[in-house]
């Protein structure tokens, strides 16, 4: 376990923290006056490997092959110049900080880290890291990877699980959810919703999957992936033969099929590396969704035919009433989307440089 201390006075910033995978929806932004929850389970830390905030550059001031060098291939909005490897933790696992007056840029409900580091260290004032908490943005702390230090400290993580047990405990990630709200004269009020970490894993997908089908049109498989995948691909996508097909794979599975040309693989949510299948199917495209995410369409949870009565067997779920669902179908998160086709090199070719455009000239109505 780490924890974080102040480079200018080594003063105690965190509490122990154990490193975890940067969550897919990290840098998300969802709906208008959502009011999301805390990024980061407590006593986890996870870092960004991509440069993070300020300063930025707008796309039409940088140089010729200023943004490849970078690592991004398609034209994005602006390009963060700050530090890379930026630290987030759950804001409730800090210490020994206060908030920076005249810091406190935001859009509407609370602070967006518009102004750059808004905490201080407690101890000698050092700005040390960027509490983010307005509305429709994931609640965290991110800490600036020049002015904190990771320390070893006594307790030693556990081993990280196995494939086989994260396939039996592995905490799965509903794919709806109540969505809270800044409500008006009654106050605060949710709606049902999709869940924001699906669209945000669904958006990171897409961008493979897209890139995985070479231009031809891609089938996956039914149910729920196909409510999550299918229309996206199918409106992006040429039709018509030959079609590549795309399974799910993965720990508790049996094993793909020799035909399959993607597979939908989980991510280990402790070292964020990828399942990786053996024998024929090695060579298939692997195609990344978190583990909540991925556990639920592998493994979908059974639900009865007929209403049930009295006390229910030891597995079976009550169907009555009946779980609300959205009233909308199912959009992959515009922004991961981008973010993700951006640093693939495979956005340079023609044919999905002009989705990205489609994309970013909202001429894809309902996909995102």
Request: charged content about 15%; hydrophobic content about 40%.
């Amino acid at each position: 376990m780490f924890v974080f201390v102040c480079a200018g006075c080594d003063a105690e910033l965190t509490t122990p923290l154990s490193e975890v995978c940067l969550p897919v929806h990290a840098h998300q932004t969802y709906g208008n006056g959502a009011q999301l929850a805390v990024l980061m389970e407590s006593g986890t830390f996870a870092v960004d490997p991509d440069p993070w905030g300020p300063p930025w550059r707008r796309w039409d001031e940088l140089e010729p092959g200023e943004a490849e060098a970078r690592g991004i291939h398609a034209p994005v909005h602006a390009l963060s110049y700050g530090p890379s490897g930026a630290t987030v933790i759950a804001p409730g696992d800090t210490r020994g900080t206060r908030l920076i007056p005249g810091r406190s840029g935001g859009f509407c409900c609370g602070l967006d880290g518009r102004d750059g580091l808004n905490l201080a260290c407690e101890a000698c004032g050092l700005p040390v890291a960027t509490r983010i908490d307005d509305c429709s943005l994931w609640q965290a702390v991110w800490l600036a990877p020049d002015a904190v230090c990771r320390r070893l400290v006594d307790g030693d993580d556990p081993a990280p699980f196995s494939w086989e047990q994260l396939a039996q405990q592995g905490q799965r990630t509903p794919p709806f959810e109540p969505i809270a709200t800044w409500g008006g004269r009654l106050g605060s009020s949710h709606y049902w919703s999709w869940s924001p970490v699906w669209e945000a894993a669904a958006g990171r997908a897409l961008a493979h999957v897209l890139v995985a089908s070479e231009g031809r049109p891609v089938k996956v498989p039914g149910g729920l992936t196909a409510d999550v995948f299918q229309r996206a691909l199918d409106a992006l996508l040429p039709a018509g033969p030959p079609v590549r097909h795309a399974v799910l794979a993965g720990p508790g599975l049996p094993a793909a099929e020799a035909g399959a040309d993607i597979l939908l693989v989980p991510v280990h949510p402790r070292t964020g590396r990828t399942w990786t299948p053996e024998g024929p199917a090695a060579a298939a495209y692997a195609v990344p969704l978190p583990l909540g995410v991925w556990l639920w369409l592998a493994f979908p949870r059974p639900h009865v035919p007929i209403p049930a009565s009295g006390v229910l067997p030891e597995g079976v779920l009550r169907d009555d009433p009946l779980p609300p669902r959205p009233m909308s179908l199912f959009r992959a998160d515009r922004g991961t989307f981008r973010h993700t086709m951006a640093r693939l090199p495979a956005a340079r070719s023609p044919w999905l440089r002009a989705i990205l455009e489609g994309v970013t000239q909202d001429m894809c109505a309902g996909l995102f």
